[in-house]
């Protein structure tokens, strides 16, 4: 009759998804009546698994505490934005809160005026000033488009007339 594997087998089994157990029948035998020790090695003990394990969770655990910190500024910008009364206050909450999301990356928000005739800057944040402050709608070619427009190396899209960069 075959002998079950030992537990510690089993362990190895579940965890690394191969089955070498310390224990265990000699090659070869069909029925594994003959059992032999084979040496251990330290790459499949279960305490080399467990700290492979405890290091994967602990890269996780910090993802997840990133995340959850990026959720709660997240929120409180949103609770400060609901709290503004005017536009000018929730467009300099926009820029200060910009700058801490995207830390040296320079950017700006920009409104169309209620003539629709003019683009006008209402925050921004950063060192570099990568548009011009006022500018026509049909110097921007997403806003004509409706849609995302990314200009970079090797692309053929046309440079919007409001970047000054």
């Not at 059992?35 to 790459?43: E, F, I, S, T």
């Not at 990133?66 to 929120?75: C, D, I, Y």
């Not at 934005?81 to 200060?96: D, H, I, R, Y």
């Not at 049909?138 to 200009?151: F, K, M, N, S, Y």
């Amino acid at each position: 009759m075959p002998r079950a594997a030992s537990p510690g087998a089993q362990f190895a089994d579940i965890v690394k998804g191969q089955h070498k157990p310390a224990v265990g029948p000699a090659e070869g035998t069909a029925t594994g009546d003959d059992w032999r020790l084979r040496a251990v090695q330290p790459d499949e003990t279960a305490e080399g698994v467990v700290h492979e394990r405890a290091d994967q969770l602990a890269i996780l655990n910090r993802e997840l505490h990133e995340k959850s910190e990026t959720t709660s500024r997240l929120v409180k910008l949103g609770e400060l934005l609901q709290a503004c009364v005017t536009f000018p206050e929730a467009f300099s909450v926009v820029g200060t809160a910009m700058t801490e999301f995207l830390g040296g990356l320079s950017g700006s928000v920009h409104l169309t005026s209620a003539s629709r005739n003019l683009v006008e800057e209402r925050a921004h944040w950063g060192d570099v000033r990568s548009s011009v402050n006022q500018f026509a709608p049909e110097d921007c070619w997403a806003l004509r488009r409706g849609q995302e427009h990314v200009v970079g190396p090797g692309m053929l899209t046309p440079r919007c007339a409001h970047i000054t960069e």
